[in-house]
């Protein structure tokens, strides 16, 4: 009897979160606000761009710590994540969770969106638009403390991008729902630039020739997952000087400086999977 109210309960909820979502209009400095950040995302080309966007212009009509972006380039593509995140609490093993294909939220979200054509959220006592509060607890495990969600189907019907707000500091409510609808086909529009203009620089490197050795692309997964030249060393059976050899041989042919970076940019390049890349493709 108590699961059945609480279900007529969300039901009228859900209801009324649509009615006033659908009976909204942006006001106040709210429509100035939306036409400064269309009008600066024509000059994102670039991820640090588009990061320095989203902490601009776009934190003043959805404030946030962590969004979450998802980009499919066809209906047979896997969907790629990608994380921008201000917080040093969201770290790399929470982002793959989140994007985990089987249990990570970001997948489930996109599930319901893909039924209802809706945004939906999800925080400690509240969930909308189709969630379900067995997530809950994903929010803590995953520092994520609420989220906010949603997609835009390409012209073949499925789901080509998807966005994922969290650590959101605004009530969620009818308002931020119908935010974030105007929000995501910018988001998606400049993103999808950043998207090419990356593969369009990188176009040069993929070749017949593969930049890294096999020990060296080894190496650079265990750099992934954080790993110290010493730990690596005794797990693939090597010197710490090999190792070492090893990894700056990486940096000299990634032209970089930093571990992180050149593990940023071997996965930018397709070098190296991250851990949900690679649950997807075992599961594909």
């Known amino acids: 009897m108590r699961n059945a109210l609480q279900l007529n309960q969300q039901e009228y909820f859900d209801d009324h979160m649509n009615f006033a979502r659908d ?14 950040l269309v009008e600066r995302s024509l000059r994102v080309t670039n991820e640090q761009q588009f990061f320095t966007w989203v902490q601009g212009e776009v934190q003043y009509l959805l404030s ?3 969004l979450i972006c998802g980009m499919s380039s066809g209906a047979n593509s896997r969907m790629k994540c990608y994380r921008f995140s ?7 093993e929470h982002f793959n969770a989140v994007c985990d294909p089987v249990n990570g939220l970001f997948n489930m979200m996109m599930a319901v969106t893909r039924k209802t054509d809706r945004p939906c959220a999800l925080g400690p006592d509240l969930v909308i638009g189709g969630c379900d509060k067995e997530w809950i607890p994903l929010l803590d495990s995953c520092e994520l403390r609420n989220a906010a969600a949603f997609g835009q189907r390409g012209t073949d019907g499925h789901m080509k991008s998807y966005f994922c707000f969290a650590r959101i500091s605004e009530q969620l409510d009818p308002r931020l729902m119908y935010i974030l609808e105007i929000l995501v086909p910018v988001l998606e529009a400049t993103f999808s630039r950043v998207i090419s203009q990356q593969v369009a620089k990188t176009q040069p490197y993929f070749s017949n020739t593969k930049i890294l050795s096999k020990r060296e692309t080894e190496v650079l997964h265990y750099l992934m997952a954080g790993k110290t030249n010493q730990v690596i060393a005794a797990e693939m059976y090597l010197s710490p000087l090999t190792v070492k050899n090893h990894v700056q041989n990486i940096m000299k042919k990634l032209k970089v400086k930093t571990r992180g970076h050149a593990v ?4 930018k390049m397709g070098l190296i999977m991250s851990h949900h890349e690679n649950l997807e493709e075992q599961n594909g």
């Open 23 to 36: 009976n909204m209009m942006l006001d106040g400095e709210d429509p100035a606000r939306l036409a400064a």
């Open 64 to 66: 946030h710590e962590i």
């Open 86 to 92: 201000s917080t040093r609490y969201f770290r790399l």
């Open 264 to 267: 940023t940019l071997a996965l």
